[in-house]
């Protein structure tokens, strides 16, 4: 059996599954597969380290095998290096592949180590690259000795017998040629105008003719005709070879073929199946396709290695002379038309691109019930189902088919992503029912038809977008939108012009999803896009006139982050690929690690910034992109250089692209223009050119100027200059009128109703004609009006499946990623982080530092409540300036990822991640200041954790405001609005019992009840906090603070505990004597807390550590005399309590327990520092309540901002 027909699963066996991902780089799996393009995630010195260097020099050995190197020879070498690696990588391996060339290379050794490290596929795969290097350069037998003997070595010395024979069959081979040897390992196609030629092109010469040889993904060119050929816009002469690479295009003479039509032919040739389409050809001249047969269909068109064409009835048509009669096929090549009506010519070649976009339609046979699926050829036999080429990653599927049943069952034998049935992921085997949806991809799926014996592929690719009758007003009275229809079909580029205020961008904002008109609708494959709004705005693009990137991250990272939210379901490795795809095309590439910047910086010039601000969204999956004026502020050459990219990276989509006023050469690279007049009215729909003609003969027709001809160098200006003629008087000056808004404008002659009016009578006029007179057109491909309106089965497109746990952490990855490298980018703000908390510690504690004795000690400390507080304030004051612009600065990011199905809850977190990361560290670096001036010990992190969570609480208030207010101004005078209240009414700078009682609603209720007789209740506590007040976060937290420090100190906390170790042993139940060791802990306790209490110590450093001690010996019933003892014989120095215990904290935390606990009231209220509040009857400790309390407002404000961020960008 031959190496090909190994490399295949048998029809009715399961293939095995392919060996896990390696871990390590000495492993054979991953360097092949760095060879092969398919990871560029390599860094310099793991591919040094890998055995990839050992495939250079084995090029490099060849190379110079006959004592000198060729320029061929470097071309071919280098050529798998450029095509197959990113930049980083090419560079690398050109640095390896010149040190190669400097050094001898035993290549018997070579084939020796990587004998038992490459499978049988890979060494065919090298054997192949190796034999083009030296046909390059074929000049002596040495050169084939040293191949065979390498080979020999490798072990694959038979197929490389074959596969030399295969590519020197002659240079015209036969038919006997490709047929004499079965199992040959490259798969073969010849191309050319002889009827042996698998592809048949008639309008090549007799001398024309190549052979195409594919391995996998590698396709090799021979020229087998007797005149050179262009392979790579480079000549090749008869008898050559030349490898053609993804994106390159090989020329026969006028015939243009590329890389994906020579992959469509071999596909085609390796299995029965093709795509097909149905042709209608309508009274009025159009032609319409569609993947199924509907009632008046005339054509079927079916594609292979040739085109297939199937009367279905009548049809006036003509195809290489023969009449298409009912019942006739004829068969054709891509390059030829279909002749309709006499004149209309259809392009065989555009309804293969039209058919492709639908997707394969497989039918299955009655004699056969299995069949693999993959998009892999090597993988399958003739008749299985093959998939689309760009289909990504690899997947091999087997479907076991009941026709009796009209069901089925799915095997998942691999895949490189989840294969979803519905919603339900496979892992192994599922049921399938009749018309049952297989999720293959983003946007691919396979649909069965068990009862019809056919499998369809479907993509949801946009293919027509029809606007029926929009209207729309604001606030019911400004006209912006009013009855604009037309059709846009895929691969045509629209301009949207018209003078300021016509409604351009209202009218890109309702294509995109963003703003549902008051009328009309929005048909996407005959879908309405309101009505499915989930489904089919992943594949629309709202491109906004300003910049929606991040200005503080580099060019690259915008778009690394751009295509991970826009296509998570990619592997790491093809997002990257498509990224440097990107920036090359972008003319990006030697920037890449460039900050974007913002316009005032110039990191990036005008140009550079749009066509950056245009590739953030080409580099996903949308079929529809929608650029809202992207040349404004450019020169006319910047202008240009945009709109051809643009082009070329939107090809084969539906573009809309508005532009107020643009020259003749930027309007000519337009299929279409749509021309918008005030008020949002329709001007005119069609070709530039035909828009000229049309206001040329409008103004002629409308000003009695009557010239013979329409002179060649008119502009678009003069199309602006006939829409917006003004009204003059008998004198000749320009008439003036009062527009809505009250001001003085010139009067038109012609009001935008005129225009609309005169384009309907027009469009009217010219179907009238078409119906009669049956006009043609040079192509003229039209899509179905509804797919489902005579189509046996629905063409609802499938919902996709949920993203899977991989795709949802890589979605929050990069936003948390994103939002931490713009704030870490952010210069102001590191400014702010280093120099703003330090500062206003060393003031806030410096003018703070007071004692009412001589020399300034803790214990007699004045202002360490108000320090407390102050720090507070401070806390919320960083968070809230923090965050208050962050969603403001994002806006336009957000708007743009709408559409992609944005997690806000990730975006959120995201953010509130990376600001409270800050805002931890300009409270550690204040506290580290304030704490030391003011000599506070040992209760850093204590304050730490209650500035932290009071900081917290201000950067959601700021994220609130943010997502309410529009701009930075308001947002900033916003934040003294919330910052002041909560000083005022925070209690420190007022107290509660000097308070007006008028504000507290409670009081004002309880004191006119007691007016009216109806309650006797005492007077309420003076210490008890307002009503109002309770809503203030900073009164939550300064009253844990405070209590914190006056409690969890190492002194009180010490003495609390002893405390509630003797009243443990002293409370005993009375029926349960205490023994002799718990009345010497009981001793001890007791000793201990009298030694805690009047501890003195030479340092603070030294009475802390004896407080520890003592504290942990006691309650582990470890105290012995000789502790005691030495901690009593200190009696000079400073005291525990002056060391950790303030008065004026003391003061207030006493007054609270006194009010509390008076024995006077009948219950215990609940008062301002009280240790202790009660609610329900039962008693909860206050540091508790007041951290659920700061808990509770934290879940309110990220929950409102989580709705008011999830209403803006769901709101249409």
Known sequence: ????????????????????????????????????????????????????????????????????????????????????????IYADMRRLYFEALQQPQDLAQRAKELSNELTMEQKILLCVQLYLLISSSLTNQRQMVEFYLFMTNLGIAAQAIDIVYQLNAGDKPTEEDFTSKSGQPLETLRIGSG??????????????????????????????????????????????FSRLYPGERVVLEDVTLDYNDLITYFNSKKTVTGSQ?????????????AQQRARGTNLRVSFGLGVSV????????????????????????????????????????????????????????????????????????????????????????????????????????????PIYVGQIPVRDRIMLSDGDTITLGEGQFLRCHFSDRIIEEERNTIRQMEIRELSHRFDGRDTALDGISFIARRGEMICVMGPSGCGKSTLLRVLGGQLKTRGGEVLMNSLSLYNNLPNLTPYIAYIPQEDAFDPLLKVQENLDFSVAVRCPHLKTEERRKRVEAKLAELGL?????????????????GGERKRLNAGMDMIGISDVYLFDEPTSGLSSKDSEHVLEIIRSLARNKIVLTSIHQPSMRLLQMFDKALLLDKGGKMAYFGTPQGMIEYFWKAYNDETGQREADMPG?????????????????????????????????????????????????????????????????????????????????????????????REESILFYTLLKRAFLSKLRNRTNLLT???EAPLLGFLISSVLKYSEEENYTYATAFHIPTYLFMSLVVAMFLGLTNSADEIIRDRHTLSRERNHNLRTFYYLSGKIISLSTFALIQCFIYLLIGNNVLEIRDMFFVHLWWMFVTALTGICLGLLISSIVTDNRTAINAIPLILIPQIILGGALIKYEEMNKNLDFVYSMQRWLDKAGVTEESEPSKLKVPFICQFMPLRWSYEAMLISQAKLNPLTSAQDQLEARIQELVNLPPDIKMTSDQQRDLDAAKQGLAVVSGLYARTEREAAAKLREIRDATMRGRVTPKLLQSALEESDGVSAEEVYVN?????????????????????????????VKRYFGTDFDTLWINTMVIFLTLAVLITGVEISLRRQLTRV
Request: net charge negative; with cysteine.
């Open 833 to 835: 982080t280093l120099l």
């Open 589 to 605: 590439a030697d920037m890449r690690k460039r900050l974007a910047g913002t316009p005032q910086q110039k990191f990036l010039s």
């Open 195 to 240: 009827e042996i030629c698998d592809v048949l092109l008639r309008s090549l010469s007799p001398d024309c003719s190549v052979v195409a040889f594919r391995f996998q993904n590698l396709i090799l060119l021979k020229n087998t005709g007797g005149i050179p050929i262009l392979v790579r816009s480079r000549r090749q002469p008869p008898g050559d």
């Open 713 to 805: 160098n008119l502009t678009p200006d003069f199309v602006f200059d006939v829409l917006e003629t003004p009204l003059r008087d008998i004198s000749g000056d320009i008439i003036q009128e009062r527009s809505a808004d009250g001001h003085l404008v010139a009067a038109r002659r012609f009001p935008p109703n005129f225009w609309r009016d005169r384009y309907q009578s027009h469009l009217m006029l010219e179907s009238m004609a078409k119906a009669q007179a049956f006009p043609g057109s040079t192509n003229l491909i039209a899509r179905p009006r509804d797919d489902t309106g005579s189509s046996p089965r629905s063409r609802a497109m499938p919902k996709p499946p949920k993203h899977t746990l």
């Open 1143 to 1171: 008065r004026k904290v003391l003061d207030l935390v006493t007054k609270a327990e006194m009010e509390r606990e008076d024995y006077r009231r009948k219950t215990s209220p609940n008062v301002f520092f009280g240790t």
């Open 1 to 88: 059996m031959s190496t090909a027909q190994m490399s295949r699963p048998s029809l009715h066996r399961r293939p095995e599954h392919p060996p896990q991902a390696p871990l390590s780089w000495m492993k054979p799996g991953h360097w092949w597969r760095l060879w092969k393009g398919e990871d560029s995630s390599i860094l310099t010195t793991a591919t040094r380290n890998s055995m990839l260097p050992v495939l250079i020099e084995v090029f490099a050995g060849f190379s110079k095998l006959d004592g000198e190197v060729e320029e061929e020879e470097i071309e071919s070498s280098l050529g798998y290096l450029r095509y197959d690696y990113s930049g980083a």
């Open 310 to 417: 199937e009367a279905l009835r009548n049809t006036d048509a003509t195809l290489n002379g023969i009449a298409l009669k009912e019942g006739t096929v004829v068969e054709a090549s891509i390059e030829d038309s279909i002749i309709a009506q006499g004149d209309i010519e259809i392009s065989l070649r555009d309804l293969r691109v039209r058919a492709q976009e639908f997707g394969g339609q497989f039918r299955l046979e009655g004699s056969r019930n299995t069949y693999l699926v993959s998009n892999k050829p090597e993988l399958l036999e003739e008749g299985d189902i093959l998939l689309s080429e760009d289909t990504e990653g690899e997947i091999l599927l087997r479907i076991e088919c009941n026709y009796a049943q009209k069901n089925g069952e799915l095997e998942v034998l691999r895949s490189s992503r």
């Open 277 to 289: 389409l149905y042709l209608t050809l309508t009274e009025s001249g159009d032609a319409e396709i």
